[in-house]
């Protein structure tokens, strides 16, 4: 399998404290890994590193075979990495149909205030085709033009993965998709994911306290505590090593 | 080396008094999140009641007790309850808007009161400026400057002991933080808001008396211009830190002086200095101050969640009936306006509406980039005034018609666009303001004062254009003309509004980091809208001044960015209609209020800004939505998905 993310040594510190410490992953192109650990392990650090919201004191991130350190965060959006967010990040004042508009219109890149002064700006039939059938496939159609406030923080989720998923990227980051939301929603959301995989072979990088969500979703999966990699294997492996039992449950036995 | 100290000695004085202002903003700024540029107006406030009490034969010290001790703080306390408490949580552009409301509302209330320019030779609070006390390396130090370092100093350690030793002191500085998260720990965060304003006040108060000497009358805009300095102090120390903020100021003050003595005396460069120079200390500590930046780019309270969203657009939630019904009767009501302004409406008449049609375009600009893309301009008249200059000297160097100078002024000022937003634009919504407004500072002390530019007060004239055999001479064409280019505008800003550039700024609104995510480029994104803003501004200035056929830098002074903004904040920047009402708005009021009425009244129109800051916090979606949405509420035929409840 090729690799499509490499993680090589990442290390970040916030003052004294080693949020991230030389931390090494992969992620092959298609595969679906998790990284789980205890809240404070550094997870959404490492997710804020892979998308450039956040520049790693050391280490180098490859996504693709090239360096992706120093680019912004839309250039590496452009290349392929989605995520979504642990706290909802949402347009304020815009529909569910507006929010994977605008991210399906990133596809054709900048360049768009003369098509727009031009009036050349409405969706075209294949743009609205796309976005309606991310609409069919996140079973939002009753809600597709309502306003974003107006969505449950479970909607809001799935607007959240239909926003990140419409680019068609080949890495997608979910940060805890399942917070916030019933067992039934995220049973659910678990399918969504499962359908994207299955379909476009998406690469999937999941960060996830609900266990159950990342059986029924990742293969494989690393373990962060505290900044550092404590363990990693097929996920069976993962919950049997003794400092992964420590660490989550405070015992060596 | 001698010079160096004979110049920059007198400069501690002005540094204390920037050390003073810088403070004040960091305190204010620190507990109710309100960047107060109505810091200056305040200092002149109590330097006019001290002046005022002092010619009615009170003694020194009650007049400052009055001034100073009780006025100043009194002051806060009034703003405070009325005003800032309300915004504490509402976003950049409300807080920036009541401010500014202050800024213009307090000098004009006192100017109408005690008469502009009439206040000459101020009093001195304690040491007399004409006795020099002392010599320092060769400077000789007048009563003025000796009483202004000593009482600075004085309330310098004061207000560390404050900070450093009393639980109000240390509350403060929670407040800071999130003032609704320090509510939950048990303390009346109103008290506290309060007593830090008073203080700040206090501050300002003092800094206004002690200063005040040193200007041969008292005038509102000396004061006002302390504003960049003082906002240079609060920034050097990064907004949060007092002694920072201090020794920010005094540096400031004597560097400022040093290098006006190297400076050649009575040149452009050196009469604009003061104003001048602290912009681009601001402008580096905003560019180099990383901690700065982090600051002014997180604008919100962590518990901000718990506020209900702003209220949604009168066009997202009408039904199609009574938008279609809308559209007919604008159509309607447009044409009917246009033809009876071509026919029967009389010549001064003509004039005044097609002046509203011109600022009407100005504040589309506005809303171009305050409504749709939340970015804040201080500097839109400068703008305005770039483009008027630059199609006036085209065509009185180059014979160049104003047609083209409109183009060609729109395309000048969307350059300069660029290049005041470059720098700025990395940092968040109030660090561009300042930015802003420290530009339109300079230009109008430096920029507009040269002959090639806006030649000062004595200012340029401009033709009316002429194409071909169709003259714009008359009043009638000039409408014509002028109608055209603002449906031109419209358009523009019409089609953005609907096209990709529309959903990428409001997603930019949204959520920065999740517009970055999807790939949006938010810093080109802001860019290109900041020059086409400035652009449409430049544009709207060129015809203004071919309108008036003779234009000044006053024509363009800050003051008046700071009007617009406020103007159409108040009455709808959300909207490419609330532009045309705002420009109806302005124009109307003040035709009315300075030529119609009695001069005295004429004052009356900085008040109604202050007003309408006060009602523009009570419905940030501007007034014409607020009103709309009342009479849609008692409409029959409203679309079912329109009501947020349903």
Same mark, same amino acid.
């Given at each position: 399998?090729?690799?499509?993310?490499?993680?090589?040594?990442?290390?970040?510190?916030?003052?004294?404290?080693?949020?991230?410490?030389?931390?090494?992953?992969?992620?092959?192109?298609?595969?679906?890994?998790?990284?789980?650990?205890?809240?404070?392990?550094?997870?959404?650090?490492?997710?804020?590193?892979?998308?450039?919201?956040?520049?790693?004191?050391?280490?180098?991130?490859?996504?693709?075979?090239?360096?992706?350190?120093?680019?912004?965060?839309?250039?590496?959006?452009?290349?392929?990495?989605?995520?979504?967010?642990?706290?909802?990040?949402?347009? *304020?004042?815009?529909?569910?149909?507006?929010? @994977? &508009?605008?991210? %399906?219109?990133?596809? +054709?890149? $900048?360049? /768009?205030?003369?098509?727009?002064?031009?009036?050349?700006?409405?969706?075209?039939?294949?743009?609205?085709?796309?976005?309606?059938?991310?609409?069919?496939?996140?079973?939002?159609?009753?809600?597709?033009?309502?306003?974003?406030?107006?969505?449950?923080?479970?909607?809001?989720?799935?607007?959240?993965?239909?926003? *990140?998923?419409?680019?068609?990227?080949?890495? @997608? &980051?979910?940060? %805890?998709?399942?917070? +916030?939301? $019933?067992? /039934?929603?995220?049973?659910?959301?678990?399918?969504?994911?499962?359908?994207?995989?299955?379909?476009?072979?998406?690469?999937?990088?999941?960060?996830?306290?609900?266990?159950?969500?990342?059986?029924?979703?990742?293969?494989?999966?690393?373990?962060?505590?505290?900044?550092?990699?404590?363990?990693?294997?097929?996920? *069976?492996?993962?919950?049997?090593?003794?400092?992964?039992?420590?660490?989550?449950?405070?015992? +060596?036995? | 080396?001698?010079?160096?100290?004979?110049?920059?000695?007198?400069?501690?004085?002005?540094?204390?008094?920037?050390?003073?202002?810088?403070?004040?903003?960091?305190?204010?700024?620190?507990?109710?999140?309100?960047?107060?540029?109505?810091?200056?107006?305040?200092?002149?406030?109590?330097?006019?009641?001290?002046?005022?009490?002092?010619?009615?034969?009170?003694?020194?010290?009650?007049?400052?007790?009055?001034?100073?001790?009780?006025?100043?703080?009194?002051?806060?306390?009034?703003?405070?309850?009325?005003?800032?408490?309300?915004?504490?949580?509402?976003?950049?552009?409300?807080?920036?808007?009541?401010?500014?409301?202050?800024?213009?509302?307090?000098?004009?209330?006192?100017?109408?009161?005690?008469?502009?320019?009439?206040?000459?030779?101020?009093?001195?609070?304690?040491?007399?400026?004409?006795?020099?006390?002392?010599?320092?390396?060769?400077?000789?130090?007048?009563?003025?400057?000796?009483?202004?370092?000593?009482?600075?100093?004085?309330?310098?350690?004061?207000?560390?002991?404050?900070?450093?030793?009393?639980?109000?002191?240390?509350?403060?500085?929670?407040?800071?933080?999130?003032?609704?998260?320090?509510?939950?720990?048990?303390?009346?965060?109103?008290?506290?808001?309060?007593?830090?304003?008073?203080?700040?006040?206090?501050?300002?108060?003092?800094?206004?008396?002690?200063?005040?000497?040193?200007?041969?009358?008292?005038?509102?805009?000396?004061?006002?211009?302390?504003?960049?300095?003082?906002?240079?102090?609060?920034?050097?120390?990064?907004?949060?830190?007092?002694?920072?903020?201090?020794?920010?100021?005094?540096?400031?003050?004597?560097?400022?002086?040093?290098?006006?003595?190297?400076?050649?005396?009575?040149?452009?460069?050196?009469?604009?200095?003061?104003?001048?120079?602290?912009?681009?200390?601001?402008?580096?500590?905003?560019?180099?101050?990383?901690?700065?930046?982090?600051?002014?780019?997180?604008?919100?309270?962590?518990?901000?969640?718990?506020?209900?969203?702003?209220?949604?657009?009168?066009?997202?939630?009408?039904?199609?009936?009574?938008?279609?019904?809308?559209?007919?009767?604008?159509?309607?009501?447009?044409?009917?306006?246009?033809?009876?302004?071509?026919?029967?409406?009389?010549?001064?008449?003509?004039?005044?509406?097609?002046?509203?049609?011109?600022?009407?375009?100005?504040?589309?600009?506005?809303?171009?980039?305050?409504?749709?893309?939340?970015?804040?301009?201080?500097?839109?008249?400068?703008?305005?005034?770039?483009?008027?200059?630059?199609?006036?000297?085209?065509?009185?160097?180059?014979?160049?018609?104003?047609?083209?100078?409109?183009?060609?002024?729109?395309?000048?000022?969307?350059?300069?666009?660029?290049?005041?937003?470059?720098?700025?634009?990395?940092?968040?919504?109030?660090?561009?303001?300042?930015?802003?407004?420290?530009?339109?500072?300079?230009?109008?002390?430096?920029?507009?004062?040269?002959?090639?530019?806006?030649?000062?007060?004595?200012?340029?004239?401009?033709?009316?254009?002429?194409?071909?055999?169709?003259?714009?001479?008359?009043?009638?064409?000039?409408?014509?003309?002028?109608?055209?280019?603002?449906?031109?505008?419209?358009?523009?800003?019409?089609?953005?509004?609907?096209?990709?550039?529309?959903?990428?700024?409001?997603?930019?609104?949204?959520?920065?980091?999740?517009?970055?995510?999807?790939?949006?480029?938010?810093?080109?994104?802001?860019?290109?809208?900041?020059?086409?803003?400035?652009?449409?501004?430049?544009?709207?200035?060129?015809?203004?001044?071919?309108?008036?056929?003779?234009?000044?830098?006053?024509?363009?002074?800050?003051?008046?960015?700071?009007?617009?903004?406020?103007?159409?904040?108040?009455?709808?920047?959300?909207?490419?209609?609330?532009?045309?009402?705002?420009?109806?708005?302005?124009?109307?009021?003040?035709?009315?209020?300075?030529?119609?009425?009695?001069?005295?009244?004429?004052?009356?129109?900085?008040?109604?800004?202050?007003?309408?800051?006060?009602?523009?916090?009570?419905?940030?979606?501007?007034?014409?939505?607020?009103?709309?949405?009342?009479?849609?509420?008692?409409?029959?035929?409203?679309?079912?998905?329109?009501?947020?409840?349903?």
């Amino acid at each position: 399998m090729t690799k499509l993310l490499e993680i090589r040594s990442v290390s970040v510190r916030f003052g004294g404290i080693h949020a991230l410490d030389d931390v090494s992953l992969d992620v092959g192109a298609g595969e679906a890994v998790g990284l789980i650990g205890p809240n404070g392990a550094g997870k959404t650090t490492l997710f804020d590193c892979i998308t450039g919201v956040r520049r790693p004191d050391r280490g180098e991130i490859r996504f693709d075979g090239k360096r992706i350190d120093s680019l912004p965060v839309h250039r590496r959006s452009r290349l392929g990495i989605g995520r979504t967010f642990q706290r909802i990040e949402l347009f *304020a004042g815009m529909t569910t149909r507006d929010h @994977l &508009l605008v991210a %399906e219109r990133e596809r +054709g890149g $900048d360049g /768009r205030l003369w098509r727009d002064l031009l009036g050349r700006g409405a969706p075209t039939p294949e743009e609205t085709r796309r976005v309606d059938s991310m609409i069919t496939e996140l079973q939002l159609e009753d809600f597709a033009d309502a306003q974003i406030e107006s969505l449950s923080l479970g909607q809001g989720r799935l607007v959240e993965l239909g926003r *990140a998923l419409i680019p068609e990227p080949r890495l @997608l &980051l979910l940060d %805890e998709p399942s917070s +916030g939301l $019933d067992s /039934r929603e995220s049973a659910a959301l678990a399918d969504v994911v499962n359908d994207v995989r299955r379909q476009r072979d998406t690469a999937v990088l999941l960060v996830e306290h609900d266990l159950d969500l990342v059986q029924a979703v990742v293969d494989r999966a690393y373990v962060l505590d505290l900044g550092r990699l404590i363990a990693s294997g097929p996920l *069976a492996d993962v919950f049997a090593d003794t400092a992964v039992r420590k660490a989550y449950l405070g015992d +060596g036995t | 080396m001698s010079h160096l100290l004979s110049y920059g000695i007198p400069g501690l004085a002005y540094g204390c008094v920037f050390a003073l202002l810088g403070m004040g903003l960091v305190l204010t700024y620190q507990t109710s999140g309100v960047f107060n540029l109505a810091f200056g107006a305040q200092a002149y406030a109590s330097a006019v009641a001290f002046y005022v009490c002092v010619s009615h034969g009170w003694p020194i010290w009650a007049a400052f007790l009055l001034a100073v001790v009780f006025g100043a703080p009194a002051l806060g306390v009034l703003m405070q309850i009325g005003l800032f408490r309300l915004v504490r949580t509402k976003p950049p552009l409300v807080k920036l808007v009541a401010a500014l409301g202050m800024l213009i509302a307090i000098p004009a209330v006192l100017e109408a009161g005690f008469g502009a320019g009439q206040l000459i030779n101020p009093p001195s609070l304690w040491l007399s400026p004409s006795t020099i006390y002392l010599h320092v390396a060769g400077a000789a130090i007048n009563g003025t400057e000796l009483s202004i370092v000593i009482v600075t100093f004085s309330v310098a350690l004061g207000c560390s002991l404050l900070f450093h030793f009393t639980q109000i002191g240390l509350r403060m500085k929670a407040m800071a933080e999130s003032p609704r998260m320090v509510a939950l720990a048990g303390v009346n965060t109103e008290a506290v808001g309060i007593a830090s304003w008073m203080l700040s006040s206090f501050l300002a108060g003092l800094a206004g008396v002690l200063l005040a000497p040193s200007f041969g009358g008292l005038q509102a805009t000396n004061f006002t211009d302390l504003l960049v300095a003082a906002v240079a102090a609060a920034a050097a120390g990064s907004l949060t830190s007092l002694p920072y903020a201090f020794l920010g100021g005094i540096l400031l003050g004597v560097a400022e002086e040093i290098l006006g003595g190297y400076l050649p005396s009575g040149a452009i460069l050196s009469s604009g200095l003061r104003p001048g120079f602290p912009f681009v200390v601001l402008l580096g500590l905003l560019l180099f101050l990383p901690g700065l930046r982090r600051r002014w780019g997180k604008t919100d309270d962590p518990l901000a969640g718990c506020d209900p969203p702003p209220a949604a657009l009168m066009s997202t939630v009408s039904g199609p009936l009574f938008r279609q019904a809308s559209r007919g009767t604008i159509l309607l009501l447009v044409g009917g306006f246009i033809a009876s302004v071509l026919t029967w409406v009389s010549g001064s008449w003509v004039f005044t509406i097609t002046q509203a049609l011109v600022f009407g375009i100005v504040f589309l600009s506005l809303v171009l980039l305050t409504g749709m893309s939340g970015q804040i301009s201080l500097c839109q008249a400068t703008f305005a005034g770039v483009g008027a200059f630059t199609a006036g000297q085209l065509a009185a160097h180059f014979n160049l018609s104003i047609l083209v100078g409109l183009l060609v002024a729109g395309i000048v000022s969307a350059a300069i666009g660029v290049v005041v937003a470059l720098p700025a634009l990395r940092l968040g919504g109030l660090a561009l303001a300042l930015a802003t407004l420290a530009f339109g500072l300079l230009a109008d002390n430096i920029g507009f004062q040269y002959s090639w530019s806006g030649n000062g007060q004595s200012g340029i004239t401009v033709p009316r254009p002429q194409l071909g055999p169709i003259n714009f001479t008359s009043d009638r064409s000039y409408f014509v003309l002028v109608c055209i280019v603002l449906a031109l505008c419209v358009a523009i800003v019409t089609a953005i509004a609907r096209g990709t550039t529309g959903r990428q700024l409001a997603a930019l609104r949204g959520s920065e980091l999740a517009a970055a995510s999807i790939g949006i480029n938010p810093a080109r994104l802001k860019v290109v809208v900041f020059a086409l803003s400035a652009g449409i501004a430049g544009v709207g200035g060129a015809l203004y001044a071919s309108l008036d056929q003779s234009v000044s830098a006053s024509d363009f002074n800050t003051l008046i960015s700071l009007v617009l903004v406020v103007v159409v904040a108040t009455i709808g920047v959300y909207t490419v209609e609330g532009a045309i009402e705002a420009g109806f708005a302005y124009v109307l009021l003040n035709t009315v209020l300075t030529t119609d009425l009695p001069s005295q009244y004429s004052s009356l129109l900085e008040l109604l800004f202050g007003a309408g800051a006060i009602v523009y916090v009570l419905h940030p979606e501007g007034v014409v939505e607020y009103l709309k949405r009342l009479v849609l509420e008692h409409f029959p035929w409203r679309h079912p998905a329109g009501d947020p409840a349903a």
